[in-house]
C-alpha cells in the first residue's frame, strides 16, 4: 500500500509568493503542493497538504495524521518559534518528522534560531526554498525504508 506523507504548513504561508518575495520568493504555496505531489509520486509515496493560521488546527492535523500518516513533513512557521503544543502534538507522532523552513532561519532575526519543533524533528531543511520540501520527501523516502 501507498504511504502517505502529511505535509503541514503553518501561519501566513498562504501568502506565499506575495508575502516578503524577497525573502520567501514568488512562487505560491499551491507550486509548491503540486512539487511536493509530484517529487512524492516519483518516490513511490503519496501526500496530504493542509495550511492553517491556527495552532490547534494544526495540532489536529498532526493527531489525525497518527491515524493517516506514515510520516510528516511541517513547516510551523512562527509557531516554529513559540508552539510547546505543536511540539507536544508530533512527540505523539511514532513515524519520521522533517521541519522545513523556506528561508535560512539561523540567518536572521535571533528569535528565529530557536525551534520547539526541532527537538523533536530527524532533521531540519532551512534555506532551500521550495526544494527544501522535495529534499525533506527523498529523506522521508530513505527512513520509511529502513
Ligand atoms: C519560515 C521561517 C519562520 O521564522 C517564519 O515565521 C515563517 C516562515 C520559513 O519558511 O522560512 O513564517 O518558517
Do not use: W
Not at 530527524?122 to 522535495?134: F, L, M
Request: with cysteine; proline share 3%; charged share 20%.
Amino acid at each position: 500500500m501507498t504511504k502517505t506523507v502529511t505535509i503541514l504548513n503553518g501561519p501566513n504561508l498562504n501568502l506565499l509568493g506575495k508575502r516578503q518575495p524577497e525573502i520567501y520568493g514568488r512562487e505560491t504555496l499551491a507550486d509548491v503542493e503540486t512539487l511536493c505531489a509530484d517529487a512524492a509520486a516519483a518516490l513511490g509515496l503519496q501526500t496530504t497538504f493542509h495550511q492553517s493560521n491556527h495552532e490547534g488546527e494544526i495540532v489536529d492535523q498532526i493527531h489525525r495524521a497518527r491515524d493517516e500518516a506514515a510520516a510528516i513533513v511541517i513547516n510551523p512557521a512562527a509557531y516554529t518559534h513559540t508552539s510547546v503544543a505543536i511540539l507536544d502534538a508530533l512527540n505523539a507522532f511514532d513515524g519520521p518528522v522533517i521541519e522545513v523552513h523556506f528561508s535560512n532561519v539561523h540567518k536572521r532575526e535571533a528569535f528565529r534560531h530557536h525551534s520547539y519543533v526541532s527537538t523533536r524533528a530527524d532533521a531540519v531543511i532551512a534555506g532551500c526554498g521550495t526544494q527544501g520540501y522535495a529534499l525533506a520527501l527523498h529523506r522521508i523516502a530513505t527512513l520509511l525504508k529502513d
